[in-house]
């Protein structure tokens, strides 16, 4: 059984005595009205987060057009909704935070299925793909593989390489618990054998699929290099119900904090759902709080459906580590780093020490207590000193206590070319307009690890959700983490994502202090793609409709 963090069982003692339905805190007087979502129709990944720790992907190509349309006809009644997603983890969250710890005996099964462009074409027709308006969903994540700095020879690629390989269809399989899980899948596989169009001809092939599990013991909610993940995530804005707090991510804030109308947590910005889903109210360049409009570049028929990019990366864990430890020992040598160690190196890089504590709340050694108090561990920014959140009174909460975050703007605490520095540069000016464009690129992370410690080949199924896969996903790794100058001038590459095409030239990171700055080197990159794709969570109404089609 896990045991949840001090904060939260503190917060027990009140949060039991609110109803499933309603467990957002205060309506602050001036918050904008919030969309109610079409929590039906939107599948549940994206929005909801299936959060489970076994998790499959299968990935399948198209061969009959007839037979595919009869084998989603099977499926779709399966596919999850935000609506069963959002209940279940209320229900998980609430008796966790009643029992302080996670629930025995409560689990779930899910399902989502996305499509590439090419799938949309050979599924419903070239013209219904084309009509989707992300260019490289469009192109296919092979042929813009390149440009994200990937090493060109992608023959060792387990899929989606080239065009022959693309997957058409992601089924992305999820569940608390693995024997569930197994004959879930194992059922869709024999299904998906058996599939066939009229004629008998067979209608898919897998050409894919993938375990993902979260680590074992100590290890639960970290990836392979060893660091706490999925931590800070934004926070859609939106209600699941007509009830003015029935907002889809709770709100912690007192209503006198000043920060009460932009987060939902300390730290967790609220965005409007236009960014993760389509045909929603989008966040604003100008504002932070008021909404911006509704895109309408895309077909009115994307409404509610989401681009999902998948990204197989293994990780060289083995490598990493003697980087660590030797550039450590370098460092050490330096004037300005005398007390470096392979961990704060680690930390450096990162942003964040093993346990997910901020580099910019605890420079010198990690402190696993912050870590762990998900109220205080996304609370940091970088340009200024961060203040204190106050929270909601009916939620006990004894404030944060830990060091708090001072001004850092040059990048002498936590370095410029951090990873979460890099790819969320939070408060901090950057080479667009200003931090409000940043919110413009905020991503849903929806990641996993894969492969077991003992694995050669293990890393991360990187799984993100947004609505342009151009202007976000690929904005953040092309435009902030592979180029050394921006968000800020100077900085290096993100040396824990960062990729580059030429891959003889080492990636050099800037790493400052009071006393003066060093390179930072790393001669090879870490993370290797191994497979991958863009694809296209469509709304279930869109679902059922392409599988009821006949022409
Ligand atoms: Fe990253 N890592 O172990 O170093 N990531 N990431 N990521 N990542 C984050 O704050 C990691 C990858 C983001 O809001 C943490 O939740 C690894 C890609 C974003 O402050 C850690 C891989 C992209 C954030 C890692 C990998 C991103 C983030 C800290 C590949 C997008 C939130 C935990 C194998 C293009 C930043 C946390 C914020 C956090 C790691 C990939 C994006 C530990 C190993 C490809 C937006």
């Known amino acids: 059984m896990r045991r949840v963090g001090l904060s939260a069982k503190k917060l027990a003692r009140r949060a039991a005595d609110l109803p499933l339905s309603v467990q ?27 959060n ?24 779709v009644p399966h596919v999850s909704t935000l609506a069963e997603v959002v209940a279940f983890n209320r229900l998980f969250r609430s ?26 074409a050979a599924l419903v027709s070239p013209e219904k793909a084309q009509q989707l308006n992300d ?28 065009e022959e390989t693309d997957a058409h269809i992601i089924l992305m399989l999820a569940s608390d618990d693995p024997a569930r899980l197994s004959k879930l899948s194992s059922n869709l596989e024999t299904d998906i054998r058996s599939a066939t169009d009229t004629q008998g001809n067979p209608a898919l092939q897998k050409i894919w699929s993938q375990t993902a599990e979260t680590l074992p013991g100590e290890l639960r909610g970290h990836e392979h290099f060893g660091f706490k993940d999925g931590i800070s995530q934004p926070a859609p804005r939106g209600r699941v119900s007509s009830d003015a707090l029935d907002y889809l991510t709770p709100r912690w804030l007192a209503s006198s904090d000043p920060g009460v109308l932009a987060f939902a947590a300390p730290g967790r910005p609220l965005i409007w759902p236009g960014q993760f ?17 509704v895109d309408t570049d895309e077909p009115a028929w994307a409404r509610n459906g989401s681009y999902v990019v998948f990204r197989r990366l293994r990780q060289r864990v083995k490598e990493f580590h003697s980087f660590l430890n030797e550039t450590a020992a370098m460092l050490a040598q330096k004037t300005g780093f005398e007390r470096m160690t392979a961990a704060k190196l680690g930390a450096l890089l990162v942003g964040r020490w093993a346990s997910g504590a901020p580099v910019m709340r605890v420079p010198d050694q ?108 690929e904005f953040l790794s092309k435009t902030w983490a592979n180029d050394e100058d921006r968000p800020r001038p100077a900085a290096g590459p993100d040396l ?10 080492s990636r050099v990171a800037m790493f400052r202090s009071e006393k003066g700055s060093v390179p ?11 497979g991958g794709g863009y694809f296209f969570a469509p709304g279930i109404g869109v679902l059922h409709d392409w599988a009821a089609r006949t022409t």
């Open 366 to 473: 990690d402190n696993p207590a912050l870590g762990e108090d998900t109220f205080a561990n996304n609370n940091f920014v970088y340009a200024s000193d961060t203040p204190h959140v106050e929270l909601s009174p009916p939620f006990e909460h004894d404030g944060d206590a830990f060091p708090m975050a001072k001004a850092d703007f040059d990048g002498l605490r936590c370095p410029l070319a951090a990873h979460i520095r890099k790819i969320n540069p939070r408060d901090q000016d950057t080479d667009q307009r200003s931090p409000l464009d940043t919110l413009a690129k905020l991503i849903m992370r929806r990641g996993i690890p894969y492969g077991s410690i003992t694995d050669s080949d293990r890393g991360l199924c990187f799984v993100s959700y947004q609505s342009s896969i151009v202007s976000q996903f």
């Open 52 to 75: 489970k720790d076994h998790q499959r992907f299968l990935f399948l190509r198209i061969l009959s057009r007839e037979g595919a349309r009869t084998w989603l006809r099977r499926i």
């Open 24 to 50: 957002s805190g205060v309506l602050a007087p001036d918050a904008p009205i919030e969309p109610v979502l079409d929590i039906h129709d939107i599948q549940g990944n994206g929005l909801g987060g299936f």
């Open 520 to 530: 930072v080197k790393a001669l090879r990159d870490f993370v290797v793609p191994t």
């Open 135 to 162: 260019p490289s969903f469009q192109s296919g994540l092979f042929a813009v593989s390149a440009e994200l700095g990937d090493p060109p020879d992608r023959s060792a690629w387990k899929f989606g390489g080239s």
């Open 277 to 293: 889903v389509i045909g929603w109210q989008r966040q604003s360049l100008d504002d932070r709080v008021a909404p911006g409009t």
């Open 496 to 505: 824990i994502i960062g990729q580059r095409a030429d891959n003889g030239r």
């Open 95 to 120: 008796m966790r935070v009643r029992a302080g710890a996670d629930p025995v005996g409560l689990s779930a099964t899910w399902i989502n299925v996305a499509f590439s462009a090419r799938g949309i």
